[in-house]
């Protein structure tokens, strides 16, 4: 049984820092990523990575976000600095292989001064 476990979210200022992470577990997967989901809006592509080390990040948080990962520990990390208002939402993990797609349960990431 697959399993996605996010950490690290949070309350920050605009302009702090901080790092989340999805440990994998139930499967290996060729793309890892995030989502998120802001009240009342869609969930959202932020970031994702392939296996190879590719990676692909929304407009909004180029420059700003880092996606990477840990294929011995089946883990995904996303280092986001920068922080703005409009990065509040829930964070979710995203897995997928050719068995299907996966998702955790979302941690909270909030921006507030």
């Known amino acids: 049984q697959v399993h996605l476990v996010e950490s690290g979210g949070g309350l920050v200022q605009p302009g702090g820092s901080l790092r989340l992470s999805c440990a994998a577990s139930g499967s290996v997967f060729s793309i890892m990523g995030w989502y998120r989901q802001a009240p009342g809006k869609g969930r959202l592509l932020v970031a994702t990575t392939t296996s190879g080390g590719s990676t692909n990040y929304a407009d909004s948080v180029k420059g700003r976000f880092t996606i990477s990962r840990d294929n011995a520990k089946n883990t995904v990390y996303l280092q986001m600095n920068s922080l703005k208002l409009e990065d509040t939402a829930v964070y979710y993990c995203?897995?997928?292989?050719?068995?299907?797609?996966?998702w955790g349960r979302g941690t909270q990431v909030t921006i507030s001064s």
């Open positions: 995203y897995a997928n292989n050719v068995y299907g797609a996966y």
